[in-house]
């Protein structure tokens, strides 16, 4: 920065209770040197502080740092230091589509119930084993292997209504993160789209067969998998169901953790919060403005339009029919 003689500051969260004042101080040096505040470090520090600049109306950039950096690999953001400031240094802001739930932001994903459960098993494998791919993957093993639960949830988009069981509800606004699973649905993000991934409760060896197939591209095929877009979606999360046997017994026993109108675990961007249901999933209405190194555009080239911000209308809606679920017309 010194040598492209470059103003800067670094400010350093070294303390998780001064994580929210030092990004708030970041974004308020930008704002006051007319500036950009650049988050480094994985996809949760960069929806921190991408949160805060957006509510700032303050330009935004990233060196990606962490395990996945699905972010910075969509938008082309290299992991190597020097080339992703590089890029930093040259590039210039392009408005990037968010997902809101609720009041809080996400840039990547955001998804209840199993997928919470993987993402704190991974927390804790890797706070022993290390920050790799690898033992990522291996945690995500070992928690498909453990207790099975599955959510009772109620979806409602556009007037529809549908009555949803599932493992896993998963909304998606990273389009490299759903093409490596192989959904249909990234062709539509960055267009005023999400995505939502609807998991049918199935056995252990089931789900470890959707990540097999996950893992090669091929998630779509499942027959335990739906797929489909929309602009907002509300979902009311009814309770949360305790293995995959016994759920009439459960039910007459109450067993049921009640979850409604009370808060539910939800997963964003890789960090787990607590959100007071109903959820409300939805494109966000202002843009992201991130510095990054714009494309050579090519005539009739989607994903550079995609890159450079431009939308279309959504063309996905909620099915009439989803695993595990009931349609209830209204």
């Given at each position: ?15 998780a ?5 030092t ?15 650049v988050a ?34 969509t938008?082309?953001i ?22 809101w ?34 033992v ?8 498909a ?16 209504r549908?009555?949803?069981r ?19 649905q ?18 252990t ?17 499942a027959?335990?998998v ?6 907002s ?60 190194r ?11 339009a ?7 209308p959504?063309?996905g ?14």
């Amino acid at each position: 920065m010194r040598r492209a003689g470059r103003k800067h500051r670094v400010f350093v969260l070294d303390d998780a209770g001064s994580i929210e004042s030092t990004i708030q101080n970041a974004v308020d040096a930008a704002r006051n040197e007319a500036g950009a505040v650049v988050a480094v470090g994985g996809d949760g520090t960069i929806n921190a502080v991408a949160s805060a600049a957006l509510a700032a109306n303050c330009l935004f950039g990233a060196l990606p740092r962490g395990t996945f950096n699905y972010f910075g690999r969509t938008h082309g953001i290299p992991e190597e230091i020097d080339a992703a400031l590089g890029d930093l240094l040259s590039g210039s802001p392009v408005p990037v589509q968010v997902g809101w739930v609720n009041d809080r932001v996400f840039l990547v994903n955001a998804s209840v119930g199993l997928y919470p459960e993987l993402l704190e098993d991974r927390e804790q494998f890797k706070q022993r084993y290390g920050r790799s791919r690898l033992v990522a993957l291996w945690s995500a093993v070992v928690t498909a292997c453990g207790p099975l639960r599955h959510l009772d949830m109620v979806l409602e988009e556009g007037g529809k209504r549908v009555d949803l069981r599932a493992a896993t509800l998963f909304v998606g606004n990273n389009r490299l993160q759903l093409e490596q699973v192989g959904m249909p649905q990234a062709a539509l993000l960055n267009k005023q789209t999400l995505a939502a991934i609807a998991v049918k409760p199935v056995s252990t060896l089931a789900l470890l067969g959707l990540g097999a197939r996950g893992a090669v591209g091929k998630l779509a095929d499942a027959e335990n998998v739906t797929g489909f877009c929309f602009h907002s979606l509300t979902v009311t999360p009814l309770g949360l169901w305790r293995g995959m046997r016994g759920a009439r017994r459960a039910r007459k026993a109450a067993g049921q953790e009640k979850v409604r109108g009370g808060r539910v675990k939800v997963a964003i961007d890789g960090e787990i919060v607590w959100l007071r249901a109903p959820l409300n999933f939805r494109v966000g209405e202002a843009a992201l403005p991130l510095i990054k190194r714009r494309p050579e555009a090519k005539p009739d080239d989607p994903a550079a339009a995609s890159a450079a911000g431009e939308c279309e209308p959504a063309t996905g809606s909620l099915p009439e029919g989803l695993p595990g679920s009931q349609a209830d017309a209204q």
